[in-house]
């Protein structure tokens, strides 16, 4: 009798994000889309689930559920709808 495949936790992850909403995890140093989740090979405490916000100035950015939007450049919390970095001067379309 063979054992029942079990689920891996990188796919029960998925399963959440995709039910919940999500478009995949974020953290202060970078995010990763359901369909290309972990790239890195792991996930770790500070791994957020969040809505991914595209790209700004080459960069994507991701928010969480409390709408916490950082500037891609030096990680400052910035206005949903700011279009420059008030702490590091970045600035994007």
Known sequence: ??????????????????????????????????????PCGHINESCRAGYNQGPRDGLDWWIGPGLTLRCPHCKA?????????????AVWV
């Not at 992850?13 to 290309?36: H, M, Q, W």
């Open 1 to 38: 009798m063979s054992e029942p495949e079990r689920l891996k936790v990188i796919d029960i992850v998925k399963n959440y994000l995709a039910v919940s909403g999500f478009d995949g995890l974020y953290n202060d140093d970078c995010g990763c889309r359901i369909d290309d989740l972990a």
């Open 77 to 89: 919390v910035v206005g949903k709808d700011d279009a420059e970095c008030l702490e590091c001067g």
